[in-house]
């Protein structure tokens, strides 16, 4: 005995029927059918453009390459080159602003605070008053004394300009300045 076909109204006709769970034979909407044709055809031109015959170039290549532009276009900083930058006017008032905002909070006008950042306008210098020792430490930072590494948040440029700046108000002694530290040398060293 045998049941006839049944139909639903939203499913049309009913082919299966187990434990109450009624399978229709419908066909699938054009929209996702066309979805996942060209998923496949996207896949097959993937494979091929950049796998197979390898015209295009896979993401760690790129990776690759743009580290090795930044290398190349990375600047070899130097005692020498620091001085001349603290001769440009235009990377002082740069660097002057980036100090304004951004070391102000525990250096003052450079003078430094009591308890936070050292004073920058005296002749002590705690890290090497060199040049290149200051662009150290913006780089890297004080992390036990607090500073952080700001090379990484002001780029290479911003940490030349602001060792520009600070090379500038250097030994200027400005009043109300920060006791000097105890480990603190003179710079430049004297003979």
Same mark, same amino acid.
Request: charged share 25%.
């Given at each position: 005995?045998?049941?006839?076909?049944?139909?639903?109204?939203?499913?049309?006709?009913?082919?299966?029927?187990?434990?109450?769970?009624?399978?229709?034979?419908?066909?699938?909407?054009?929209?996702?059918?066309?979805?996942?044709?060209?998923?496949i055809?996207?896949?097959?031109?993937?494979?091929?453009?950049?796998?197979?015959? %390898?015209? +295009?170039?896979?993401?760690?290549?790129? =990776?690759?390459?743009?580290?090795? !532009?930044?290398?190349?276009?990375?600047? #070899? *900083?130097?005692?020498?080159?620091?001085?001349?930058?603290?001769?440009?006017?235009?990377?002082?008032?740069?660097?002057?602003?980036?100090?304004?905002t951004?070391?102000?909070?525990?250096?003052?006008?450079?003078?430094?605070?009591? %308890?936070? +950042?050292?004073?920058?306008?005296?002749? =002590?210098?705690?890290?090497?008053? !060199?040049?290149?020792?200051?662009?150290a #430490? *913006?780089v890297?930072?004080?992390?036990?004394?607090?500073?952080?590494?700001?090379?990484?948040?002001?780029?290479?440029?911003?940490?030349?300009?602001?060792?520009?700046?600070?090379?500038?108000?250097?030994?200027?002694?400005?009043? %109300?300045?920060?006791?000097?530290?105890?480990?603190?040398?003179?710079?430049?060293?004297?003979?």
């Amino acid at each position: 005995m045998s049941e006839g076909k049944r139909t639903d109204e939203i499913q049309g006709e009913i082919l299966h029927v187990y434990d109450d769970i009624e399978e229709a034979d419908n066909n699938l909407p054009t929209w996702w059918l066309l979805t996942f044709y060209g998923a496949i055809a996207f896949g097959l031109v993937y494979w091929f453009y950049y796998h197979e015959y %390898g015209i +295009g170039k896979l993401q760690p290549e790129v =990776y690759a390459e743009q580290m090795a !532009a930044a290398e190349a276009e990375r600047t #070899v *900083v130097t005692d020498e080159s620091l001085e001349a930058l603290a001769q440009d006017e235009a990377a002082v008032a740069a660097g002057r602003k980036i100090f304004e905002t951004q070391c102000f909070a525990c250096h003052d006008k450079g003078q430094g605070r009591v %308890g936070l +950042g050292s004073n920058l306008t005296d002749e =002590y210098w705690v890290r090497g008053g !060199a040049p290149t020792d200051i662009h150290a #430490v *913006v780089v890297n930072g004080i992390p036990e004394k607090g500073m952080t590494p700001w090379a990484a948040i002001l780029g290479e440029e911003g940490v030349s300009q602001v060792t520009a700046y600070v090379l500038t108000i250097r030994n200027t002694n400005l009043e %109300g300045g920060k006791p000097v530290e105890e480990e603190a040398t003179v710079w430049p060293p004297e003979d």
